[in-house]
């Protein structure tokens, strides 16, 4: 096996292994590999050995490796920021949109969305640590959002994503996501279907899998370190 092979199936035995500790069903989370800045031909090694879907932020580069894996069917999930005039191809040629935080942009992407094509899958970006100029809406903001989003025909609410600060504390990291988590059972309440948590990235795995995450966004663990 070579090394991104090796690296894929140490992080799904992690996921495992997390998911016995905590008494969660290993196939209720899903593995996105992140795969910003990272050549098309890692993307079809992972492939290769059984990896469907992939994470990019930065669209051009992503149209780019779309285009250049194209003859495998890959599922393609946009989680970085989201500019107006970008919507389009979002629209065009992804199944998932985890960074959804303006109604705006919501708007566009279901009109824009082709009617041949499923609904895009979205997940509100919630700034659960309130931190101060990044992206997400605030906690209290979330179940409008949602709400709003559930009316879109081209749009499919699927659920809440974050990123919290940034912590080596287990704990912090909990915290961070039971308050995620916890926000969604409130929307929830409101009568809303969500069935997705996304959230967990290389530093903070084990803790959004004990949180309930159902998606995890891995790029450092699978493909190395990244280059500036
Ligand atoms: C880069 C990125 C990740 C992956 O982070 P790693 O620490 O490399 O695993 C996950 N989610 C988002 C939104 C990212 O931008």
Known sequence: MNTLQDNLSRVQQRIHRVAAEYGRN???????????????KDILALAEAG?????????????????????????????????????RHIAGHFAWL??????????????????????LNVCVQVNISEEPAKAGVLPAQASDLCHAVQDLPGLKLRGLMAIPQA?????????????????QESIQMSGLALDTLSMGMSGDLEAAIAEGATLVRIGTDIFGPRQG
Do not use: C, M
Not at 54 to 73: C, P, V, W
Not at 98 to 119: F, G, M, N
């Open 26 to 40: 290993p196939d209720d989370i899903r593995l996105l590999a992140v795969s910003k800045t990272r050549p098309a």
């Open 98 to 119: 985890h960074s959804l935080d303006r109604l705006k942009i919501a708007r566009r992407l279901s009109q824009q969305r082709h009617a041949w094509q499923a609904p």
């Open 167 to 183: 912590s080596e504390d287990f704990d912090t990291q909990r915290r961070n996501f039971r308050a995620l988590r916890q926000l």
């Open 51 to 87: 990896q469907f879907a992939f994470g990019e932020n930065y669209l051009q580069e992503a149209l780019d490796k779309i285009e250049a894996t194209g003859e495998r069917d890959l599922e393609w999930h946009f989680i970085g920021p989201v500019q107006s005039n970008k919507t």
